[in-house]
């Protein structure tokens, strides 16, 4: 039997939900679908140059998960750059999560995660944020 999915934190945002390659139609391509967990271990590692072990923890997950969660990451989107396929941002699931103490904000992958305590300063003084999306952009298959 597997062991149970653990919630990871998200802290960084990404700009857009979608990338492609420029002169082809959306709908002509193949799409692969970059999670939001794996976002985050790239925007650690490859942007911010952490060390996986620190970007776990920020993360909430073990180093091993960390490592396993990167290497996924670098196949799909290695696989979207030089097989021309679009390549989805998938966004957290939960809302945006707030610290009323320390002002930190992170989003999780578990939409019913405890949200007990702020993982930056501690504090028991969080709550959730309303979800807003940008409506920018068009998703695979939905017209205006």
């Known amino acids: 039997m597997p062991r149970p999915f653990k919630t990871?934190?998200?802290?960084?945002?990404?700009a857009s939900d979608y990338f492609k390659p420029r002169g082809r139609r959306l709908s002509e391509l193949e799409e692969i679908h970059l999670e939001a967990?794996?976002?985050e271990a790239l925007r650690l590692a490859d942007l911010k140059d952490e060390y996986?072990?620190?970007?776990?923890?920020?993360?909430?997950?073990?180093?091993q998960t960390f490592g396993n969660i990167l290497k996924r990451a670098?196949?799909?989107v290695a696989d979207g750059l030089i097989n021309g396929k679009?390549?989805?941002l998938t966004p957290a699931v939960s809302g945006k999560i707030w610290c009323r103490n320390?002002?930190?904000?992170w989003a999780e992958t578990d939409l019913f995660a405890e949200r007990e305590q702020c993982p930056i300063c501690f504090s028991n003084?969080?709550?959730l944020e309303a979800r807003h999306h940008s409506g920018h952009g068009r998703r695979k298959g939905h017209k205006r």
């Open 8 to 14: 990871r934190r998200i802290y960084g945002e990404f």
């Open 86 to 88: 679009a390549i989805l």
């Open 125 to 127: 003084e969080v709550e």
């Open 102 to 105: 320390c002002g930190g904000t």
């Open 37 to 39: 967990d794996e976002i």
């Open 74 to 76: 670098h196949k799909k």
């Open 52 to 63: 996986q072990n620190d970007a776990a923890d920020k993360m909430g997950i073990s180093r």
